[in-house]
Protein backbone atom coordinates (compact mmCIF):
# COMPACT_ATOMS: atom_id res chain seq x y z
CA UNK A 1 0.00 0.00 0.00
CA UNK A 2 1.47 3.36 -0.43
CA UNK A 3 2.86 5.66 1.86
CA UNK A 4 0.30 7.79 3.60
CA UNK A 5 2.30 9.92 5.96
CA UNK A 6 1.32 11.34 9.07
CA UNK A 7 1.32 15.19 9.17
CA UNK A 8 -1.25 16.51 12.05
CA UNK A 9 -3.00 15.04 14.60
CA UNK A 10 -5.32 16.73 16.99
CA UNK A 11 -7.54 15.43 19.64
CA UNK A 12 -10.67 18.15 21.07
CA UNK A 13 -14.02 17.22 23.25
CA UNK A 14 -16.70 16.96 22.02
CA UNK A 15 -20.22 15.30 24.07
CA UNK A 16 -22.09 12.23 23.23
CA UNK A 17 -25.28 11.40 22.93
CA UNK A 18 -25.96 11.39 27.20
CA UNK A 19 -24.41 14.97 26.87
CA UNK A 20 -21.08 13.74 28.55
CA UNK A 21 -17.32 14.94 27.07
CA UNK A 22 -15.73 12.12 24.81
CA UNK A 23 -13.19 12.97 22.22
CA UNK A 24 -12.74 13.72 18.65
CA UNK A 25 -9.47 13.03 16.14
CA UNK A 26 -8.83 14.57 13.24
CA UNK A 27 -5.97 13.23 11.52
CA UNK A 28 -4.14 15.33 7.89
CA UNK A 29 -2.27 13.72 5.75
CA UNK A 30 0.87 14.94 3.88
CA UNK A 31 -0.78 15.05 0.59
CA UNK A 32 -3.82 16.53 2.67
CA UNK A 33 -6.66 14.01 3.26
CA UNK A 34 -8.56 14.02 6.05
CA UNK A 35 -9.58 11.62 8.49
CA UNK A 36 -12.25 12.09 11.87
CA UNK A 37 -13.60 9.61 14.40
CA UNK A 38 -15.54 10.18 17.62
CA UNK A 39 -14.85 7.71 20.32
CA UNK A 40 -18.56 6.23 22.42
CA UNK A 41 -18.68 5.50 25.75
CA UNK A 42 -20.25 2.53 27.80
CA UNK A 43 -22.81 2.67 30.93
CA UNK A 44 -23.25 -1.22 32.08
CA UNK A 45 -19.33 -1.86 31.10
CA UNK A 46 -17.79 -4.97 31.64
CA UNK A 47 -14.81 -4.92 34.60
CA UNK A 48 -12.51 -6.15 31.74
CA UNK A 49 -13.16 -3.13 29.21
CA UNK A 50 -9.70 -1.63 28.31
CA UNK A 51 -9.82 1.35 30.01
CA UNK A 52 -11.68 4.59 29.19
CA UNK A 53 -9.31 7.73 30.87
CA UNK A 54 -11.19 10.35 32.49
CA UNK A 55 -9.76 12.98 34.66
CA UNK A 56 -12.16 12.39 37.73
CA UNK A 57 -11.75 15.72 38.50
CA UNK A 58 -15.19 16.01 40.57
CA UNK A 59 -15.85 19.97 40.22
CA UNK A 60 -15.18 19.42 36.78
CA UNK A 61 -17.89 17.61 34.37
CA UNK A 62 -18.54 15.60 37.52
CA UNK A 63 -15.17 14.08 37.41
CA UNK A 64 -15.92 12.46 33.33
CA UNK A 65 -13.94 15.14 31.81
CA UNK A 66 -11.61 13.78 29.28
CA UNK A 67 -8.16 15.65 29.31
CA UNK A 68 -5.92 13.46 30.36
CA UNK A 69 -7.02 11.52 27.03
CA UNK A 70 -7.20 14.69 25.06
CA UNK A 71 -3.61 15.61 26.74
CA UNK A 72 -2.14 11.89 25.40
CA UNK A 73 -3.40 12.16 22.01
CA UNK A 74 -2.24 15.91 21.40
CA UNK A 75 0.97 15.30 22.88
CA UNK A 76 2.45 11.54 23.18
CA UNK A 77 0.82 10.09 20.40
CA UNK A 78 1.15 12.81 18.37
CA UNK A 79 5.31 12.83 18.78
CA UNK A 80 5.27 9.05 18.25
CA UNK A 81 3.37 8.75 15.40
CA UNK A 82 3.59 12.17 13.59
CA UNK A 83 5.49 10.79 9.59
CA UNK A 84 4.42 7.18 10.31
CA UNK A 85 2.17 5.46 7.36
CA UNK A 86 -1.60 5.89 8.14
CA UNK A 87 -1.81 3.10 5.44
CA UNK A 88 0.06 0.33 7.66
CA UNK A 89 -2.67 0.16 10.27
CA UNK A 90 -1.01 -2.50 12.11
CA UNK A 91 2.29 -0.98 12.77
CA UNK A 92 0.39 2.08 13.29
CA UNK A 93 -1.90 0.55 15.83
CA UNK A 94 1.24 -1.50 17.56
CA UNK A 95 3.09 1.80 18.33
CA UNK A 96 0.52 3.33 20.26
CA UNK A 97 -0.26 -0.05 21.97
CA UNK A 98 3.84 -0.29 22.98
CA UNK A 99 3.57 3.63 23.66
CA UNK A 100 1.09 2.65 26.04
CA UNK A 101 2.89 0.02 27.42
CA UNK A 102 -0.30 -1.29 30.38
CA UNK A 103 -2.11 -4.39 29.67
CA UNK A 104 -5.53 -2.29 29.32
CA UNK A 105 -4.49 0.59 27.77
CA UNK A 106 -4.75 2.70 31.35
CA UNK A 107 -1.31 4.83 30.64
CA UNK A 108 -2.58 6.86 27.27
CA UNK A 109 -6.40 5.40 27.54
CA UNK A 110 -8.15 3.40 25.24
CA UNK A 111 -10.41 6.54 23.84
CA UNK A 112 -7.63 8.53 22.94
CA UNK A 113 -5.74 5.04 21.30
CA UNK A 114 -9.01 4.09 19.82
CA UNK A 115 -9.74 7.97 18.33
CA UNK A 116 -6.27 8.15 16.40
CA UNK A 117 -6.74 4.65 15.24
CA UNK A 118 -10.02 5.63 13.79
CA UNK A 119 -9.40 8.33 12.38
CA UNK A 120 -5.94 7.30 10.96
CA UNK A 121 -8.16 4.21 8.77
CA UNK A 122 -10.84 7.16 7.62
CA UNK A 123 -7.67 9.20 6.49
CA UNK A 124 -5.78 6.37 4.62
CA UNK A 125 -9.25 6.23 2.57
CA UNK A 126 -9.68 9.28 1.56
CA UNK A 127 -6.38 9.20 0.50
CA UNK A 128 -6.71 6.12 -1.76
CA UNK A 129 -10.48 7.68 -2.88
CA UNK A 130 -12.23 4.46 -1.32
CA UNK A 131 -15.00 3.75 0.70
CA UNK A 132 -14.07 2.99 4.42
CA UNK A 133 -15.51 -0.33 4.47
CA UNK A 134 -13.55 -1.19 1.26
CA UNK A 135 -10.06 0.28 3.06
CA UNK A 136 -10.47 -1.86 6.20
CA UNK A 137 -10.87 -4.90 4.24
CA UNK A 138 -7.86 -3.97 2.15
CA UNK A 139 -6.01 -2.55 4.87
CA UNK A 140 -6.21 -5.99 6.64
CA UNK A 141 -5.89 -8.26 3.42
CA UNK A 142 -9.04 -10.21 4.12
CA UNK A 143 -9.96 -12.41 0.98
CA UNK A 144 -13.33 -12.62 1.19
CA UNK A 145 -15.46 -12.51 -2.02
CA UNK A 146 -19.07 -10.84 -1.01
CA UNK A 147 -20.11 -8.43 0.52
CA UNK A 148 -22.83 -8.91 3.32
CA UNK A 149 -25.01 -6.08 4.93
CA UNK A 150 -25.54 -7.10 8.30
CA UNK A 151 -29.08 -8.13 9.82
CA UNK A 152 -30.02 -5.15 12.29
CA UNK A 153 -30.69 -5.90 15.96
CA UNK A 154 -32.65 -3.02 16.95
CA UNK A 155 -33.50 -2.45 21.07
CA UNK A 156 -36.72 -1.03 21.46
CA UNK A 157 -37.55 -1.21 24.73
CA UNK A 158 -35.13 -0.15 26.98
CA UNK A 159 -33.73 -1.26 30.80
CA UNK A 160 -31.35 -1.95 33.45
CA UNK A 161 -28.98 1.11 33.27
CA UNK A 162 -30.38 2.78 30.32
CA UNK A 163 -32.97 3.59 31.66
CA UNK A 164 -35.54 4.14 34.86
CA UNK A 165 -38.02 1.82 33.81
CA UNK A 166 -36.87 -1.19 36.67
CA UNK A 167 -36.27 -3.51 34.17
CA UNK A 168 -33.78 -5.59 34.93
CA UNK A 169 -33.58 -6.98 31.44
CA UNK A 170 -31.38 -4.02 29.64
CA UNK A 171 -32.45 -4.35 25.88
CA UNK A 172 -35.02 -5.73 23.82
CA UNK A 173 -34.35 -5.98 20.24
CA UNK A 174 -36.42 -6.73 17.55
CA UNK A 175 -34.51 -8.50 14.12
CA UNK A 176 -35.79 -8.53 10.91
CA UNK A 177 -34.48 -11.64 9.74
CA UNK A 178 -37.43 -11.86 7.14
CA UNK A 179 -36.36 -8.84 5.27
CA UNK A 180 -34.83 -9.21 1.57
CA UNK A 181 -32.80 -6.36 1.92
CA UNK A 182 -31.04 -3.70 4.94
CA UNK A 183 -33.43 -1.08 4.03
CA UNK A 184 -36.27 -3.05 4.55
CA UNK A 185 -35.20 -4.38 7.55
CA UNK A 186 -35.37 -1.03 8.45
CA UNK A 187 -38.57 -0.61 7.07
CA UNK A 188 -40.06 -3.31 9.24
CA UNK A 189 -38.55 -2.23 11.99
CA UNK A 190 -39.30 1.24 12.51
CA UNK A 191 -43.43 0.34 11.53
CA UNK A 192 -42.96 -2.04 14.00
CA UNK A 193 -41.07 0.66 16.50
CA UNK A 194 -44.21 3.02 15.61
CA UNK A 195 -47.24 0.41 16.23
CA UNK A 196 -45.36 -0.46 19.86
CA UNK A 197 -45.66 3.35 20.51
CA UNK A 198 -49.47 3.19 20.10
CA UNK A 199 -49.63 0.06 21.94
CA UNK A 200 -47.43 1.67 24.87
CA UNK A 201 -49.69 4.69 24.45
CA UNK A 202 -52.89 2.76 23.96
CA UNK A 203 -52.10 1.28 27.83
CA UNK A 204 -51.50 4.27 28.98
CA UNK A 205 -47.42 3.38 29.72
CA UNK A 206 -45.17 6.12 28.86
CA UNK A 207 -43.24 6.12 25.21
CA UNK A 208 -40.12 8.86 26.44
CA UNK A 209 -36.96 7.00 25.33
CA UNK A 210 -33.88 5.63 26.82
CA UNK A 211 -30.38 5.58 26.04
CA UNK A 212 -30.44 3.94 23.12
CA UNK A 213 -33.82 5.31 21.74
CA UNK A 214 -36.04 2.39 23.00
CA UNK A 215 -39.56 2.99 25.24
CA UNK A 216 -38.87 3.12 28.99
CA UNK A 217 -42.11 2.34 29.99
CA UNK A 218 -42.60 0.69 33.76
CA UNK A 219 -43.88 -2.46 32.77
CA UNK A 220 -43.59 -5.46 36.25
CA UNK A 221 -42.42 -8.39 34.46
CA UNK A 222 -39.83 -9.24 31.85
CA UNK A 223 -42.72 -11.66 30.08
CA UNK A 224 -45.37 -8.71 29.78
CA UNK A 225 -42.85 -6.93 27.55
CA UNK A 226 -42.18 -9.79 25.41
CA UNK A 227 -46.15 -10.01 25.00
CA UNK A 228 -46.05 -6.52 23.83
CA UNK A 229 -43.15 -6.76 21.47
CA UNK A 230 -45.09 -9.90 20.13
CA UNK A 231 -48.03 -7.85 19.83
CA UNK A 232 -46.19 -5.16 17.89
CA UNK A 233 -45.05 -7.71 15.35
CA UNK A 234 -48.35 -9.47 14.70
CA UNK A 235 -50.28 -5.93 14.27
CA UNK A 236 -47.28 -4.48 12.21
CA UNK A 237 -47.57 -7.66 9.87
CA UNK A 238 -44.11 -9.14 10.27
CA UNK A 239 -45.28 -12.46 12.32
CA UNK A 240 -42.37 -14.75 11.23
CA UNK A 241 -40.36 -11.95 10.01
CA UNK A 242 -39.19 -10.06 12.62
CA UNK A 243 -38.01 -12.15 15.74
CA UNK A 244 -37.13 -10.81 19.00
CA UNK A 245 -33.38 -10.59 20.82
CA UNK A 246 -32.47 -10.02 24.69
CA UNK A 247 -29.43 -8.27 26.22
CA UNK A 248 -29.75 -9.05 29.79
CA UNK A 249 -26.46 -7.41 30.48
CA UNK A 250 -26.69 -9.76 33.56
CA UNK A 251 -23.32 -8.92 35.33
CA UNK A 252 -25.31 -5.59 36.41
CA UNK A 253 -28.14 -7.51 38.34
CA UNK A 254 -26.16 -10.20 39.55
CA UNK A 255 -24.22 -10.53 43.13
CA UNK A 256 -21.92 -13.08 44.57
CA UNK A 257 -23.74 -15.80 41.78
CA UNK A 258 -27.13 -14.85 42.23
CA UNK A 259 -29.60 -12.66 40.01
CA UNK A 260 -31.64 -10.55 42.08
CA UNK A 261 -35.04 -10.65 38.89
CA UNK A 262 -37.96 -9.66 39.13
CA UNK A 263 -37.24 -8.89 43.11
CA UNK A 264 -36.51 -12.80 43.49
CA UNK A 265 -33.20 -13.76 44.25
CA UNK A 266 -32.31 -16.69 41.14
CA UNK A 267 -29.19 -19.05 40.62
CA UNK A 268 -27.99 -19.31 37.18
CA UNK A 269 -29.60 -22.79 36.59
CA UNK A 270 -33.09 -20.95 37.45
CA UNK A 271 -32.37 -17.73 35.06
CA UNK A 272 -31.35 -20.71 32.36
CA UNK A 273 -34.40 -22.35 33.10
CA UNK A 274 -36.53 -18.93 32.49
CA UNK A 275 -34.45 -17.90 29.48
CA UNK A 276 -35.54 -21.25 27.87
CA UNK A 277 -39.43 -20.62 28.70
CA UNK A 278 -39.12 -17.64 26.89
CA UNK A 279 -37.08 -19.12 24.01
CA UNK A 280 -40.41 -22.19 23.83
CA UNK A 281 -42.54 -19.67 23.93
CA UNK A 282 -41.64 -16.18 22.47
CA UNK A 283 -39.25 -17.22 20.17
CA UNK A 284 -36.07 -15.50 21.13
CA UNK A 285 -33.68 -15.80 18.78
CA UNK A 286 -30.76 -14.55 20.81
CA UNK A 287 -29.22 -14.08 24.50
CA UNK A 288 -26.65 -11.60 25.07
CA UNK A 289 -24.79 -11.74 28.46
CA UNK A 290 -27.81 -13.85 30.18
CA UNK A 291 -25.85 -14.61 32.67
CA UNK A 292 -22.83 -12.17 34.52
CA UNK A 293 -19.16 -11.89 33.28
CA UNK A 294 -17.30 -14.17 35.60
CA UNK A 295 -20.07 -16.78 35.73
CA UNK A 296 -17.92 -19.34 33.00
CA UNK A 297 -19.48 -22.62 34.31
CA UNK A 298 -22.96 -20.85 34.14
CA UNK A 299 -22.50 -19.51 30.65
CA UNK A 300 -20.98 -23.32 29.55
CA UNK A 301 -24.54 -25.29 31.06
CA UNK A 302 -26.40 -22.25 29.55
CA UNK A 303 -24.57 -22.88 26.38
CA UNK A 304 -24.69 -26.76 26.58
CA UNK A 305 -28.97 -26.29 27.43
CA UNK A 306 -30.14 -23.53 24.42
CA UNK A 307 -26.81 -22.59 22.13
CA UNK A 308 -28.47 -24.56 19.27
CA UNK A 309 -31.00 -23.12 19.20
CA UNK A 310 -30.37 -19.89 20.46
CA UNK A 311 -27.58 -17.26 19.91
CA UNK A 312 -25.47 -16.90 22.84
CA UNK A 313 -23.61 -13.76 22.79
CA UNK A 314 -20.80 -12.62 24.92
CA UNK A 315 -20.45 -9.55 25.78
CA UNK A 316 -19.19 -8.16 28.90
CA UNK A 317 -17.57 -11.75 29.04
CA UNK A 318 -15.61 -11.83 26.54
CA UNK A 319 -15.09 -7.65 25.80
CA UNK A 320 -13.96 -7.95 22.44
CA UNK A 321 -10.14 -9.31 24.09
CA UNK A 322 -8.88 -12.37 22.00
CA UNK A 323 -7.89 -13.71 25.25
CA UNK A 324 -10.85 -14.14 26.93
CA UNK A 325 -12.62 -14.92 23.46
CA UNK A 326 -9.73 -18.02 23.23
CA UNK A 327 -11.06 -19.32 26.89
CA UNK A 328 -14.61 -19.12 26.06
CA UNK A 329 -14.24 -20.97 22.80
CA UNK A 330 -12.02 -23.60 24.66
CA UNK A 331 -14.99 -24.12 27.12
CA UNK A 332 -17.90 -23.88 24.89
CA UNK A 333 -18.90 -20.78 26.62
CA UNK A 334 -21.06 -19.16 24.42
CA UNK A 335 -21.45 -19.14 20.52
CA UNK A 336 -21.14 -15.61 19.25
CA UNK A 337 -19.29 -12.89 20.65
CA UNK A 338 -20.28 -8.72 20.58
CA UNK A 339 -17.77 -6.62 19.02
CA UNK A 340 -17.26 -3.22 20.92
CA UNK A 341 -14.24 -0.89 19.50
CA UNK A 342 -13.47 1.12 22.19
CA UNK A 343 -13.71 -2.50 24.84
CA UNK A 344 -10.23 -3.55 23.48
CA UNK A 345 -8.96 -0.12 22.11
CA UNK A 346 -7.50 -0.32 18.30
CA UNK A 347 -8.86 -1.38 14.59
CA UNK A 348 -6.25 -4.36 14.51
CA UNK A 349 -7.02 -5.68 17.51
CA UNK A 350 -10.74 -5.42 16.96
CA UNK A 351 -10.28 -7.11 13.74
CA UNK A 352 -8.26 -10.19 14.85
CA UNK A 353 -10.97 -10.90 17.66
CA UNK A 354 -13.52 -11.05 14.72
CA UNK A 355 -11.25 -13.48 12.22
CA UNK A 356 -10.21 -15.43 15.84
CA UNK A 357 -14.30 -15.66 16.60
CA UNK A 358 -15.05 -16.49 13.14
CA UNK A 359 -12.28 -18.99 12.51
CA UNK A 360 -13.88 -20.79 15.62
CA UNK A 361 -17.25 -20.40 14.31
CA UNK A 362 -18.18 -18.00 16.58
CA UNK A 363 -20.92 -15.73 15.23
CA UNK A 364 -19.96 -11.95 15.83
CA UNK A 365 -22.12 -8.70 16.58
CA UNK A 366 -20.77 -5.30 15.47
CA UNK A 367 -22.12 -3.49 18.46
CA UNK A 368 -22.79 0.29 19.41
CA UNK A 369 -22.14 1.60 22.94
CA UNK A 370 -24.97 3.37 24.71
CA UNK A 371 -23.09 6.45 24.73
CA UNK A 372 -23.21 6.91 21.24
CA UNK A 373 -22.03 10.03 18.64
CA UNK A 374 -23.33 10.59 14.67
CA UNK A 375 -19.86 8.92 14.01
CA UNK A 376 -20.97 5.89 11.89
CA UNK A 377 -17.88 4.12 11.77
CA UNK A 378 -19.29 0.46 13.11
CA UNK A 379 -21.91 1.02 9.40
CA UNK A 380 -18.74 0.01 7.43
CA UNK A 381 -16.91 -1.91 9.62
CA UNK A 382 -19.19 -4.15 9.68
CA UNK A 383 -19.55 -4.79 6.20
CA UNK A 384 -15.78 -4.44 5.42
CA UNK A 385 -15.58 -7.86 7.91
CA UNK A 386 -19.07 -9.51 6.78
CA UNK A 387 -20.19 -9.48 10.23
CA UNK A 388 -23.43 -10.85 9.55
CA UNK A 389 -25.34 -8.66 12.41
CA UNK A 390 -24.91 -5.17 14.38
CA UNK A 391 -26.80 -3.74 17.31
CA UNK A 392 -27.14 0.08 17.07
CA UNK A 393 -29.84 0.53 19.35
CA UNK A 394 -33.69 1.36 18.18
CA UNK A 395 -34.82 3.31 15.14
CA UNK A 396 -34.58 6.39 17.07
CA UNK A 397 -32.62 9.39 17.87
CA UNK A 398 -30.06 10.20 15.55
CA UNK A 399 -26.79 8.47 17.14
CA UNK A 400 -28.34 5.32 16.85
CA UNK A 401 -29.83 5.96 13.05
CA UNK A 402 -26.30 7.25 11.68
CA UNK A 403 -25.19 3.61 11.67
CA UNK A 404 -28.21 2.17 9.93
CA UNK A 405 -28.18 5.34 7.48
CA UNK A 406 -24.60 4.75 6.78
CA UNK A 407 -25.41 1.15 5.92
CA UNK A 408 -28.53 2.78 3.78
CA UNK A 409 -25.56 4.17 2.12
CA UNK A 410 -23.93 1.14 1.33
CA UNK A 411 -26.33 -1.12 0.28
CA UNK A 412 -27.51 1.69 -2.41
CA UNK A 413 -23.47 1.68 -3.22
CA UNK A 414 -22.95 -1.85 -3.50
CA UNK A 415 -26.51 -2.45 -5.58
CA UNK A 416 -26.80 -6.13 -6.79
CA UNK A 417 -23.33 -6.93 -5.47
CA UNK A 418 -24.23 -6.97 -1.91
CA UNK A 419 -26.57 -9.65 -0.07
CA UNK A 420 -28.73 -8.98 3.07
CA UNK A 421 -27.63 -11.12 6.09
CA UNK A 422 -31.00 -12.05 7.44
CA UNK A 423 -31.56 -15.35 9.57
CA UNK A 424 -27.94 -17.22 8.77
CA UNK A 425 -25.86 -15.30 11.34
CA UNK A 426 -29.22 -16.89 13.78
CA UNK A 427 -29.00 -20.52 12.99
CA UNK A 428 -26.90 -22.35 15.12
CA UNK A 429 -25.05 -25.31 15.40
CA UNK A 430 -25.15 -27.49 17.84
CA UNK A 431 -22.60 -27.08 20.54
CA UNK A 432 -19.56 -30.18 20.74
P1 LIG B 1 -23.18 -0.24 27.25
O1 LIG B 1 -24.36 -1.21 26.82
O2 LIG B 1 -22.71 0.47 26.04
O3 LIG B 1 -23.82 0.66 28.27
O4 LIG B 1 -22.11 -1.12 27.85
C1 LIG B 1 -24.38 -1.91 25.62
C2 LIG B 1 -24.39 -3.39 25.84
O5 LIG B 1 -24.36 -3.88 26.99
O6 LIG B 1 -24.42 -4.13 24.87
ZN1 LIG C 1 -24.41 -6.06 26.14
Known amino acids: MKNLSIKSIKARQVFDSRGLPTLETDIVLEDGSFGRAMVPSGASTGTHEAVELRDGDKNYFHGKGVNKALHSVNEEIASAIKGKNAGDQKSLDEAMINLDGSANKSKLGAN ?51 ADSGLNIQEFMLVPTGASSFSEALRMASETYQTLKKILASK ?48 EFCEDGNYTFESKTLSASEMTARYKGWIEKYGLISLEDPLSEDDWSGWKALTAELGSRCK ?90 SKYNQLIRIEEELADQSIYSGLAPFRMKAVA
Not at 121 to 135: G, T
Open 204 to 251: KLSVGVGDEGGFAPHIKTHEEVLGLLSDAILQSGYEGKIKIALDAAAS
Open 112 to 162: AILSVSLAASRAAAASLKIPLYRYIREAFNLKLNSWILPTPMLNVINGGKH
Open 312 to 401: IIGDDIFVTNPQRLAKGIKENAANSILIKLNQIGTLTETVETVLQAQKAGFSCVISHRSGETEDSYIGDLAVALNAGAIKSGAPCRSERL
